[in-house]
């Protein structure tokens, strides 16, 4: 099942590949991680979602999977090109807290939308599991050794910091799919830089002025540049050149672009043709979220944050489906219509999955009718996974009558092994989360209910209208009926 070849698209390619490991059986991922100054929204939890099923489907097709995702908690600055303030710095100000407080705070503020969106992490309940964290802040020294051996060749000094002259590489900018001019027309002037692409490798603390977190270096005290962190970070845990390096579309118009001629520096100084050269063989970019009304900017005072979306009700892992509903490289326009949608498909996967819970899973049980969805989301997932193809073939497989049952859930775990969704643990009342603001327990609504039935069973009418109308006025929907067996809904 798994021998269908992998097909990956590497944007520095602009195509399809066949995923071909550096270090035979094993697959090395880099995926750029928050910068923790604020908590992430669900945008941001899209690019980690993304990283997770590329990485389990590697974990799937049999590769030793070391996964790296990196912390940034030093030296990005407001504007992704080396301008702007520290974005650090700038929120441990206005919030007058230590920086090392600040980046511990939405550390583990963006740990727990991680453990809640099923992303794996490196251990889970005690069990080791692939992916783990880099800290920027631990690696300094490491900055510093990796800027000098690419200063003499490759960086000039000016009064602001150490930065790097992208004419020294061949093929600059290669990843970005922006214009260069358009690019840099939205880099800020720098006095003294001799390209406009031109970027901080060091950023020397101004004469006078002290910085919360800076360190000694050869061109001074000051602090590391955002894009060497990823390539220090990167070529120190997995070794250049390693397989594939993730993040957001954003990313691969200037911080992948730099992060890439830092590598080639650091390598060699030949061009981008040979792939190895950059660093990573593909370079990988998950589509944005979007939402109209701007509630996505973490400027705007309610924030799309996954616990916002908890806290009216919906379960975390609805939100994660919704992702999966989408191919990475497409836009996905988030909605509460869509959120709701994706919480009722969840609902019915959980529902479906439900009677094989306390089946004894068969190892390599296989079925004969299983087989053709079962082939069918092997292809979907080795075609550049699509996982919008793999979740109607896992449906497919939650809806066959008449196949032994060990062999099915066999089948479920497999699938589900890659896309994520607890489905053989989570469980139809799991999914039902009290949304912050109601007024009325679960316990209380319980109560109420079996009263109802009570009176419905004496055969009286007008006590049991007159609860639900209770009931209704306390927010609660009793659903009669419903397909799903949802006795009640929080409206
Ligand atoms: P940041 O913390 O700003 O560095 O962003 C973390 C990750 O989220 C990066 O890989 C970004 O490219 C990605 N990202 C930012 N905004 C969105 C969005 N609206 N949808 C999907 N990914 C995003
Ligand atoms: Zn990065």
């Keep these: 099942m798994t021998d269908t070849p992998l097909k990956l698209f590497n944007s520095l390619t602009r195509r399809l590949e066949v995923f071909e490991p550096v270090h035979p059986g094993e697959a090395r991922v880099y995926t750029c991680g928050p910068t923790v100054y604020n908590y992430p929204h669900i945008g941001n939890m899209r690019a980690y979602v993304f990283a997770d ?4 489907t590697l974990s799937w097709k049999g590769y030793r999977l070391t996964h790296v995702i990196n912390i940034t908690d030093v030296g990005h600055l407001t504007d992704d090109a080396d301008a702007g303030e520290d974005k650090m710095e700038k929120m441990a100000a206005e919030k007058a807290q230590s920086i090392w407080d600040i980046a511990e705070h939405y550390k583990q503020a963006y740990w727990a939308d991680v453990r809640a969106l099923n992303i794996r992490g490196p251990m889970k309940e005690g069990r080791p599991e692939p992916a783990h964290w880099t800290v920027a802040t631990d690696y300094v020294p490491q900055m510093i050794a990796f800027a000098q051996t690419i200063a003499e060749k490759h ?9 790097f002259d992208v004419s020294t590489v061949a093929d600059y900018g290669r ?10 027309s939205r880099i800020e002037p720098v006095a003294g830089k001799r390209n406009p692409a031109d970027f901080a490798i060091w950023r020397k603390t101004p004469p006078g002025e002290k910085r919360q977190m800076e360190w000694d270096s050869p061109w001074g005290r000051g602090a590391p540049g955002w894009h060497l962190e990823c390539s220090v970070m990167s070529g120190a845990v997995l070794g250049f050149p390693f397989d594939i390096h993730t993040g957001g579309i954003d990313h691969r118009e200037i911080h992948h672009p730099n992060e890439i001629a830092q590598n080639q520096a650091h390598c060699c100084t030949n061009g981008l043709d040979e792939p190895k050269n950059s660093g990573a063989r593909f370079w990988m970019h998950n589509n944005f979220l979007v939402e109209r009304s701007g509630k996505m900017s973490k400027s705007s005072g309610e924030f799309l944050r996954l616990q916002l979306l908890i806290d009216r009700g919906y379960h975390p892992l609805a939100y994660r489906l919704m992702c999966l509903a989408a191919h990475y490289r497409s836009e996905l326009e988030f909605s509460w219509e869509g959120l709701g949608a994706a919480l009722t498909r969840l609902k019915r996967m959980v529902m479906a999955a439900a009677p094989l819970a306390d089946v ?5 049980a296989a079925h004969p009718r299983l087989a053709p969805a079962m082939a069918r989301f092997a292809e979907a997932i080795s075609d550049d996974l699509n996982t919008p193809v793999a979740l109607t073939a896992l449906e497919e497989v939650l809806g066959m009558k008449k196949v032994d049952p060990a062999a099915k859930r066999a089948a479920i775990a497999e699938i589900d092994s890659v896309l994520g969704l607890d489905l053989l643990t989570l469980t139809r009342e799991g999914l039902r989360i009290r949304p912050k603001d109601a007024a009325i327990t679960e316990d209380e609504i319980a109560a109420a209910l079996a009263r109802r039935n009570e009176a419905r069973a004496a055969k ?5 209208d007159a609860i639900r109308a209770e009931l209704a006025a306390a927010g609660v929907e009793v659903m009669d009926g419903d397909p799903l067996g949802w006795e009640w809904k929080l409206g």
């Design 460 to 464: 009286d009418f007008a006590s049991a």
């Design 155 to 163: 960086c000039y000094e000016l009064e602001s910091g150490l930065y």
């Design 53 to 56: 099923v590329l990485g389990r």
């Design 360 to 364: 004894a899973m068969q190892a390599g």
């Design 175 to 184: 990843l970005a799919r922006a214009q260069t001019d358009q690019g840099e």
